[in-house]
């Protein structure tokens, strides 16, 4: 493939990001919009934010393996047409019900994009398959940075919040129009590299691949608690005005743009992925405690900043690329069983949450500290396991 193809192809798949991030927050960005129109509170429209956890978790897993089968262009249309519905018709439905089920197609279209996406990535840049995938995060962290904006600029114009919706819809029909011209990769042969690391011990990469696809919920829930909660507990914990609250959910957006740049400079350069994880989880950890114990402007905004670099930098696409490396000749079902994981968070903490809500919002920020400190867990056993020496005649990958 030609490089202006191959590059042309790589602005597509991460324009179609742009707008996954701004579909993370942007339930939770017009929770007051959407709980009038839906007669219902904020609880209950958290619980429909879990929805997009439900469908990311129902069909990521199919669309993985039969990525690797039927083509990943498909599936990266599908995703489009999939997203569609969500954002166009969640503005004009009445009912939780109804809202609940364009969730579910919004979670199932983000697991149709990374099913086509990240192994064409990988596909079209064999040599940098970690910064392709850790740009993705770049891109996603666009939208969620830009989109807390835009409705803070219709809510100060007296808009329609639904502007907000329209504008990801208008991006996606776009991209989709553009996307049928470009050329996809075919699929990639196994390698030598692929014979080595089936050589090693299936209990060795078994141990890994378990502990990893923890670290694949662990890390989502870390960063989907922030993204999903961090304005209402800037304004009902900190008592900050709503915009100032919304100021910190940027403040975080740009750290984790600012953290994808890091990752991919450090990475490989002078931290090898294994000690990045865990350099990154003890930050991340360290900032939520911060947070969580001393509730003031000052401490949030940094809070925020560095819980941006970290929890939200690539941090879970380095951990996808650990996973794949166990498994090289299988790329969609491993990004099938990893983000399951994720997806799987994705659903479960906003049922945690609407629960803890209804007693102290101040309780998600402690409930997030434990969730990071599993991480951490997670992050030493991977380094101890990648460090630890293996039976005699393996190669000991370190």
């Known amino acids: 493939m030609a490089t202006r193809q191959r590059w042309l192809t790589t602005i597509s798949l991460y324009v179609n990001y742009i707008v996954y991030g701004m579909a993370i927050v942007i339930l939770a960005q017009n929770m007051a919009s959407l709980g009038h129109q839906w007669h219902v509170d904020t609880a209950e429209v958290s619980y429909v934010i879990s929805s997009l956890g439900i469908g990311h978790l129902l069909v990521l897993y199919v669309a993985g393996v039969l990525s690797d089968r039927w083509g990943r262009k498909l599936f990266v249309n599908l995703g489009i047409l999939t997203y569609l519905p969500f954002f166009i018709g969640i503005v004009f439905c009445r009912s939780t019900t109804m809202a609940y089920v364009l969730g579910v197609l919004a979670g199932m279209a983000n697991s149709f994009l990374d099913a086509g996406t990240y192994p064409t990535l990988m596909e079209l840049h064999p040599r940098h398959e970690a910064s392709a995938n850790i740009l993705i995060k770049a891109f996603s962290s666009v939208g969620e940075l830009s989109l807390p904006l835009i409705v803070a600029a219709l809510d100060g114009a007296r808009g329609w919040y639904g502007w907000s919706f329209m504008l990801g819809a208008v991006i996606l029909i776009a991209n989709l129009i ?3 011209w470009r050329q996809f990769p075919a699929r990639q042969r196994a390698t030598t590299a ?6 090693k011990p ?6 890994q691949a378990v502990i990893l696809t923890i670290f ?6 870390t960063f989907y608690l922030i993204s999903q909660w961090l304005t209402e507990y800037g304004t009902d914990v900190v008592h900050l005005s709503l915009l100032r609250s919304r100021l910190l959910v940027s403040v975080y957006s740009a750290g984790s743009i ?32 911060a947070m969580a114990a001393v509730p003031v402007f000052g401490v949030m905004f940094v ?25 090289p000749a299988h790329k969609g079902r491993v990004l099938g069983i990893y983000y399951t994981a994720s997806g799987l968070a994705s659903f479960t903490i906003p049922l945690v949450t ?10 998600i920020m402690w409930f997030d500290v434990g969730v990071a400190v ?10 101890m396991l990648k460090r630890a020496p293996q039976s005699v005649g393996q190669l000991v990958d370190d």
């Open 258 to 289: 600012l953290g994808v740049l890091l990752t991919a400079l450090v990475v490989n350069r002078w931290l090898k992925p294994t000690w990045f994880m865990l350099v990154d989880t003890v930050v991340s950890l360290l900032a939520l405690i």
């Open 354 to 363: 609407g629960g803890l809500a209804k007693t102290s919002i101040h309780q």
């Open 303 to 327: 809070g925020s900043l560095i819980i941006g670099i970290s929890a939200t930098g690539g941090v879970l696409q380095i951990g996808l690329t650990l996973m794949s490396d166990l498994y």
């Open 374 to 383: 599993l991480g951490v867990l997670c992050a030493v056993a991977i380094l």
């Open 216 to 221: 694949g919920y662990v890390g989502m829930a």
């Open 194 to 199: 692929t014979v080595a690391q089936v050589a």
């Open 202 to 207: 299936v209990r060795w990469r078994t141990t």
């Open 178 to 180: 553009f996307l049928q």
